[in-house]
């Protein structure tokens, strides 16, 4: 009887078909991956999964310009909407599926877990934020943010015999539980306030009159919460570090990428078209969380000598700029986080590249004194870092300045000067770590006291063990790829920022704010 | 017939990245081609140059950004002429020092000479910008090869703190300054109901309210008080000195810190005019601070860098005291000054080189002396620039620091009176420095010879237009006139209408 009332929701195949691509890549690559030749494991499993990807950048394009809402049951706006900006995400989110994939291609983290899991959970998880970003209704949301988190959490494990990374997947776990409860605890109360799932009904009730429910109220902060966890958005950070340094480098970049775009593209979906109306309850809450966040996120990254730690504190830093964004809740302000979020992906791809190539070379692992005196002895490493950290940090010529830049002009735009004051104080205090790596690269002899006696994962290094007699083999050369491309494309979008900002407008546009 | 201002602009950058690609001999003749080349371009613009006309000339202007409003936007007039020619002579000199110089066998050497290449392109992007996130850009684009050169080729035991706290200290200022040009931009924007722009002309045609001017005012001379350096935020300076290879801190230390005064009177005055008036008084007395405080600090110093770094902030002071005289006289002076100051330190810094070279690598005054008698053209060469530096009547450091004077004393009376001691001081630090550096008792590990060829090369072209210029300076005060007084009409009225307010007040 139940069942009868249900009607089945229209299904627009080519708007569903990006999703159709990864989650199809997914089983075919699981498939793939049972069979017994080594090569077919080794070399065609990865390179399914980049095809997959391909696949779904290239739908992507195709349904670009056409915005179409997917799912669309009787009585309801649809489950999804493929638009501008869940495009947008989902090719930040593929491009870094693809670099991922190249990283992992030989690295050793889909040997000890089987080729085809890994890829296919790295697609499954990229599915899932798909999903995420394009979700306009808080059960999609929550389906997003597990199937997306699930994968994760096994992929951090993925490195079985290294005790740090099963650290981290099981922290990520607990910590992601917790995150996705308080979410989930969140919507709830959203649906108890608005008295429906789809975000224009939530729209329509909070401005017929809903908005000072503190049912609401509540729901928006555990909503909140739930997303600072994904988001690692301070004071919900404190598992970044942990799990950033335990896990596989390639899911490491992987995670600080395309999880922020994903909680990014629904944060703005659900802040900027759902609760736009309570915009004056939650925007100078976000706005003290982002203050909050960058303040944590650069006074915590300050006496790191791991590099992933570094790059995860300074990840939790970034998310704060990113906020600001958020926090506008304008046409610009999803365009400027839009676009900070692609130019995020290459200035951490850049940099992850080379901390892969570096812990493959040296057996110093994530070390700062991994990438000591590489100025001289591997310049095509040294300069996508040394370009990914001046980006980080906001200096011109990169893309990164661009990206402050347009951050900063949305928040003075939408009357928080102030904020734009404290991104660019938080890039004062980045500048001592960031400066720190750069320094480490170019100003520094290679051997010498930065050489730590243990490995990252606490065992001694082999004795005799030299780094500069492990020059000799040289970086793999399809990680030092990943990195020159990904640095060139930061040196490109800071001298020639407009084709992207003209993608991210687009996106800024289709959320039909002013 | 005009050339586009970009060929001249990214021609030194141009040519130092395909130095990249070639081995060190290779690369820093090509780098010096390209120095020389805009180098020529700019005796040609400076004959060139239209008096007369009003406004900008050789302007080119295209929409860079067009989301965020930013125009790639270049232009010259007689504000920033003499400057661009002056950062285009002392790199072309500085780069030929590096080059052919003792010293010149470093590790790395077309990375080297990039890097030099790529400050030119950048600090001459500043001069020329004429749309103000341009400017920052170009502004905070000049440091970066900064940071690479001293940290790469600068004293190893000491050069990463030093350059961290340079960089970390000079980027506090720009990025305030950062945060505020956006802000005006995007307040002007707002105000006008125009597309956000930022583009001087549009950002003078709407200034703002008081309010948002004065806080943006602080954020500004925030960054060009630190990159000056000027008292009190300095501190980034006697450790920054003592770590840049030679060549380098002279480039440093005669352009980077004229583009910061630039900076005033190009951005600040005209856009926020109100502000400039309302905070004439504490810039004055800082700049007072900066000529009071250098000039002690340089004749207490023993280090010879650091002497010239002193009078560096003693100097920046008087050429502040000119701009916030806010009158035609004080500006002109402050534009002149700028040109001589730049012109007299890189010599200086030069000579200091030759010196510390003949006293066994030491830069200590101590360690030097006694060598005027065996090495009369290097010692009378030191004497001209000596000269220079105090304002010698004759020169034109006497022209400039009379303008300045002559503004000051117009505006504020008590001010000029004090800064007339700083005239003073600076003949006993220049002075002090001249007779223990090359007379009195032969230093212990001193070896008397005189200037060599090479060092000529070096030495004799950059004394030679200090002399040009004591004898023509005419040349840069008439050129400048019409966009000098132009810059500071506005916040020169404003400062007068201010004055009447209080007056009636009282």
Redesign the interface.
């Known amino acids: 009887m139940l069942l009868a009332a249900v009607e089945k929701p229209s299904i627009d195949w080519a708007g569903v078909s990006p999703l159709i691509a990864l989650l199809g890549g997914s089983i075919v690559v699981l498939l793939a991956g049972l069979l017994r030749g080594r090569v077919i494991r080794e070399q065609a499993v990865p390179f399914l999964a980049i095809v997959a990807f391909g696949t779904t950048i290239g739908l992507g394009i195709w349904q670009w310009g056409d915005p179409v809402d997917l799912f669309v049951a009787k009585g309801s706006q649809g489950a999804m909407r493929l638009d501008e900006l869940a495009l947008m995400i989902t090719f930040i989110v593929c491009v870094a599926g693809i670099a991922t994939t190249i990283l992992s291609w030989r690295a050793l983290a889909p040997r000890e877990a089987a080729h085809g899991e890994y890829y296919a959970m790295l697609l499954t998880s990229a599915a899932g934020m798909v999903v995420l970003a394009a979700a306009t209704n808080l059960v999609t949301v929550f389906l997003g943010l597990e199937l997306l988190s699930v994968p994760l959490y096994v992929l951090c494990a993925t490195e079985m015999r290294r005790e740090r990374s099963l650290e981290s997947g099981l922290k990520y776990l607990i910590i992601g539980s917790v995150g996705s409860a308080t979410f989930l605890y969140g919507l709830a109360f959203l649906y108890g306030a608005a008295g429906d799932t789809d975000f224009r009904g939530i729209s329509a009730a909070i401005s017929g009159g809903a908005a000072h429910d503190s049912l609401l109220l509540t729901g928006i902060a555990l909503t909140m919460v739930g997303l600072a966890f994904k988001a690692s958005v301070a004071p919900f950070h404190q598992w970044t570090p942990d799990v950033y340094e335990g896990a596989p480098t390639p899911i490491t970049a992987f995670m600080a990428v395309a999880t922020k775009a994903a909680a990014f593209g629904v944060a703005l979906r659900l802040f900027d078209v759902a609760l736009i109306d309570a915009h004056r309850d939650w925007a100078p809450m976000l706005a003290a969380l982002a203050t909050v966040t960058i303040i944590v996120g650069n006074v915590g990254a300050l006496g790191q000598s791991s590099l992933k730690r570094l790059l995860a504190w300074s990840s939790v830093a970034q998310a704060g700029y990113l906020l600001a964004g958020v926090v506008v809740a304008s046409q610009n302000g999803v365009k400027a986080t839009v676009f900070y979020l692609c130019v995020y992906l290459f200035m951490n791809i850049a940099a992850f590249a080379v901390i892969i190539a570096r812990e493959r070379e040296t057996g110093l692992g994530d070390d700062i004194g991994a990438v000591a005196g590489i100025g001289t002895s591997r310049p095509l490493l040294a300069w996508p870092m040394t370009l990914a950290m001046l980006s980080l940090a906001g200096m011109p010529a990169t893309a990164g300045f661009i990206g402050k830049f347009s951050l900063i002009a949305a928040a003075s735009d939408g009357g928080y000067t102030w904020l734009g004051v404290v991104i660019v104080i938080g890039s004062m205090v980045s500048l001592a770590y960031y400066l720190k790596v750069i320094a480490a690269m170019w100003m520094r002899p290679a051997t010498g006291a930065e050489v730590a006696t243990t490995r990252a994962d606490g065992t001694p290094r082999l004795a005799g063990a030299d780094p500069a007699a492990d020059l000799e083999s040289g970086p793999p050369w399809e990680v030092t790829f990943v990195a020159v491309l990904a640095g060139a494309a930061i040196l490109f979008f800071g001298i020639i920022p407009s084709p992207l900002l003209n993608l991210a407008e687009d996106a800024g546009r289709s959320l039909g704010l002013l | 017939m005009s050339l586009p201002l970009s060929i001249p602009l990214w021609l030194p950058a141009a040519a130092a990245f395909l130095g990249l690609f070639l081995p060190g001999a290779l690369s820093r003749v090509l780098t010096i081609l390209g120095a020389l080349g805009t180098f020529a371009w700019t005796i040609w613009a400076i004959a060139d140059f239209e008096r007369g006309a009003k406004g900008l000339q050789d302007v080119t202007d295209e929409l860079w950004?067009?989301?965020?409003g930013i125009h790639y936007k270049l232009g010259i007039d007689g504000l920033n002429l003499f400057l661009i020619a002056l950062a285009a002579f002392i790199f072309l000199m500085c780069l030929i020092w590096a080059a052919w110089g003792r010293g010149s066998a470093r590790?790395?050497a077309s990375q080297f000479f990039f890097f030099l290449g790529l400050a030119e392109s950048a600090v001459l992007g500043a001069l020329m910008a004429q749309d103000l996130?341009l400017f920052?850009?170009?502004f905070?684009?000049m440091l970066?090869p900064f940071?690479?050169l001293a940290?790469?080729w600068g004293p190893p035991a000491t050069?990463?703190p030093a350059?961290?706290k340079l960089?970390?200290y000079t980027?506090?200022g720009s990025?305030?300054m950062?945060?505020a040009a956006?802000?005006t931009?995007?307040?002007v924007?707002?105000q006008t109901g125009n597309d956000?722009s930022f583009a001087f002309t549009d950002l003078q045609a709407s200034p703002l309210g008081k309010g948002s001017q004065e806080w943006i005012f602080l954020c500004f001379a925030a960054a060009f008080w630190v990159k000056m350096p000027a008292f009190p935020v300095h501190g980034w300076m006697p450790d920054g000195y003592r770590n840049m290879p030679m060549p380098v801190l002279a480039v440093f230390s005669a352009v980077l810190s004229k583009v910061a005064a630039y900076g005033f009177l190009r951005v600040v005055l005209p856009i926020f005019p109100d502000a400039s008036a309302h905070f004439q008084d504490l810039m004055l007395v800082l700049a007072l601070g900066s000529i009071l405080y250098g000039s002690a600090m340089a004749f207490t110093t023993t280090e010879t860098r650091l002497v010239l770094g002193y009078s560096s902030v003693a100097q920046l002071g008087f050429i502040t005291l000119g701009i916030f005289a806010l009158n035609g006289d004080g500006a002109q002076g402050a534009i002149l000054q700028a040109v001589n100051h730049g012109l007299v330190v890189a010599p200086a810094f030069v000579i200091v080189a030759y010196l510390a070279e003949r006293a066994g690598g030491s830069e200590d005054l101590r360690d030097m002396g006694g060598i005027a008698f065996r090495a009369p053209v290097l010692a009378a060469l030191f004497l001209i620039v000596t000269f220079a530096t105090l304002a010698m009547p004759g020169s034109s450091n006497f022209v400039g620091e009379f303008l300045i004077l002559l503004g000051v004393f117009h505006s504020k009376l008590v001010i000029c009176v004090i800064a007339f001691t700083g005239v003073g001081m600076a003949a006993v630090y220049a002075l002090r420095l001249f007779i223990r550096a090359v007379h009195n008792r032969v230093g212990p590990e001193v070896t008397s010879r005189d200037l060599s060829l090479r060092e000529g090369v070096v030495l004799v072209p950059l004394v030679v237009v200090i002399l040009f210029f004591a004898l023509y300076p005419q040349l840069a005060l008439h050129k400048g006139e019409p966009s000098i007084q132009q810059s500071v009409q506005r916040a020169g009225a404003a400062a007068g209408s201010l004055a009447t307010e209080t007056a009636q007040a009282r």
Do not use: E, M, Y
Request: charged share 10%; no cysteine; proline share 3%.
């Open positions: 950004i067009k989301d965020l590790p790395h996130a920052v850009l170009f905070d684009l970066i940071l690479f940290g790469i050069r990463i350059i961290t960089f970390i980027l506090v990025l305030l950062l945060a956006i802000a931009g995007v307040l924007a707002q956000l």
